[in-house]
């Protein structure tokens, strides 16, 4: 009766082990590729700044800007639009400075997968990526979507697109097929299989050609908007029609124009001085779509009052109104070459993340193949991009949009608890020199230590522990007060929002809640604060360090709650099915295939 309760703690303990920073997939890949002159399981060290800004600016503007701007205009902003991007790129920001701190401590593929897997566990980091594979094959899908429609311009309309690019209606569907969608993600599919640095040259080309695009807008809607003394800005209402409230809800939807500079975390594993670039590329990255939006916001509202400003087509509108007809065609020519760089990006991250989990043991070890002369994923590629085009040709994938914003979402909230924990609660155990992976020592040796309980003189099943010395004895003691504080932190997150979201509830139960929860929440902070960074973890820190620690990973903790609590619950039925799916795969193998199975860990004593 004991072993079968042992078993069962077991089976439960395996949920939340922790991969090591170096784990046992990432040496054998780091040490077969050593073996044969760098061809192995690694990825291509090619990437430097102007690569990784070309990536995450291609990534993020996408076509949505060009609709955006008068959509949020007039319904929520008005003419301070552009204080609604800033507050978005701020709010962006948060999570962008996460990123680069795990980026810079853990440069290996993955991305939010592969921080959750060494921060948090074995399970919340399955769920991550299993979501990241669906918001990445629906990102990819809506995009290439999008296209068709915007080329039917230059061809006259929808029914004068050669048959190829036009979609067509089939009698036992209900959604019209799209082949111009799945051979764009065929042809984008080809060209990441050639290599990240001619994919990375190629995304290059058109985000350049697509800045110039909105440098055009710029400038001359400035000339027009000084020409005609800038009407837009002379409204009755003022700045501010529907006060901070509305700019504040316009910068919620906003936030998701800035989704993408997590592309270049994807590829740190490929870049060459991960430490140095991948923070700079992910700042200037934010940086300059924040200034694009920006100004193309400054110029467009002050063209043409929000009121009346055409939702649909808002900067092609504003620049017929001043005879200039003959921009729609550029600026249409800048929403294609946005959506085709948005497609490159979103498709090239997924098969990274599948590589991470297949060298992880999560899913068959085939995905985890690297080819020997262009060093990419190539199967894993071929495999997304199959997958992304079979959904862009048949379905319509805008009514399942919001799981993509859901995936992004859940992974900025772990990426933001996993900085909260590097730092104040890092794991502390790594492997065992001389455990053979296969051995029963090492078995029993993961089953018992794992994970092993910080009691001062007692492991996990009772058995007596080397007593330790009085600075050990201290940080255990900081570490279990932080762990607590993390938990009361998120605890209180949630609360707070879903009181804050959920309208229905009577006004004076909305305060008590909020108001005990939000006690609970800055009481929690200030005492993680209080109780002192891990100075271990913080020496072994090179490149960039979040700052504003706790403070800033909360904040971004609680933004990106709300916005979860602010997707319909249509959206979080279909994820719920997918996550669903996602657990019982995990459950009959990756639990079992996992390559922590037979890893043994030894404690790692804090200096």
Known sequence: MQQGNRLSWSDLQC??????????????????????????????????????????????????????????????????????????????????????????????????????YICIGESVAWLIGWALILEYTIGGSTVARGISPNLALFFGGQDKLPFFLAQVHVKWLDTPVDPCAAILVLIVTALLCLGIKESSLVEGVITIANIVIM?????????????????????????????????????????????????????????????????LGMGLTLSLCCFLYMMVSVVIVGLVPYYAMDPDTPISSAFAQYGMEWAVYVISTGAVLALIASLIGAILPQPRIVMAMARDGLLPPIFSAVDQRTQVPTLSTILTGICAAFLAFFMDVSQLAGMVSVGTLLAFTMVAISVLIVRYA??????????????????????????????????????????????????????????????????????????????????????????????????????????????????????????????????????????????????????????????????FYGRSHSSLTSTAYQRVSPA
Request: with cysteine; aromatic share 8%; glycine share 10%.
């Open 426 to 587: 890092p794991p502390n155990e790594m492997p065992m020199e001389g455990a053979g992976p296969g051995s029963l020592e090492s078995l029993a040796s993961q089953t018992e230590r794992s994970e092993p309980d910080e009691e001062i003189l007692g492991g996990p099943f009772g058995n007596v522990q080397e007593a330790p010395t009085a600075s050990e004895v201290s940080n255990i003691v900081r570490r279990q007060k932080a762990k607590r504080c993390i938990v009361l932190v998120c605890i209180g997150v949630i609360i707070f929002v879903s009181a804050v979201s959920l309208s229905s509830l009577a006004f004076y139960i909305q305060c008590t809640i909020c108001a005990f929860s939000g006690l609970l929440l800055l009481s929690s902070a200030i005492v993680l604060s209080c109780t002192g960074q891990d100075k271990n973890s913080s020496r072994k820190t090179v490149g960039f360090m979040c700052p504003f620690v706790p403070i800033l990973p909360v904040c971004c903790i609680l933004i990106n709650v709300y916005l979860l609590m602010k997707l319909g619950t249509h959206t979080w039925i279909r994820v719920s099915v997918w996550l669903a799916a996602g657990a019982l795969i995990y459950l």
């Open 215 to 279: 440098l055009f807008i710029i400038c001359a809607g400035g000339w027009l908007g000084f020409r005609n003394g800038w009407p837009g800005y002379n409204v009755p209402k003022g700045y501010f029609p529907n006060g901070a409230s509305g700019v504040f809800s316009g910068s919620a939807t906003l936030f998701f124009a800035y989704i993408g500079f997590d592309a270049v975390a994807s590829t740190a594993e490929e870049v060459k001085n991960p430490q140095r670039d991948l923070p």
């Open 15 to 116: 949920l939340a082990r922790r991969k090591p920073a170096a784990s046992s997939s990432d040496r054998a890949a780091a040490a077969e590729a050593a073996a044969d002159g760098g061809n192995g399981r690694c990825l291509a060290k090619a990437l430097s700044i102007p690569h990784l800004t070309a990536i995450g600016v291609g990534s993020t503007i996408g076509a949505g800007i060009y609709v955006l701007v008068g959509t949020v205009a007039r319904e929520h902003a008005g003419p301070a639009l552009t204080v609604s991007f800033l507050i978005a790129g701020i709010a962006a920001a948060l999570s962008a400075m996460c990123y680069a701190e795990l980026s810079c401590r853990f440069p290996s593929a993955g991305s939010a997968y592969h921080y959750s």
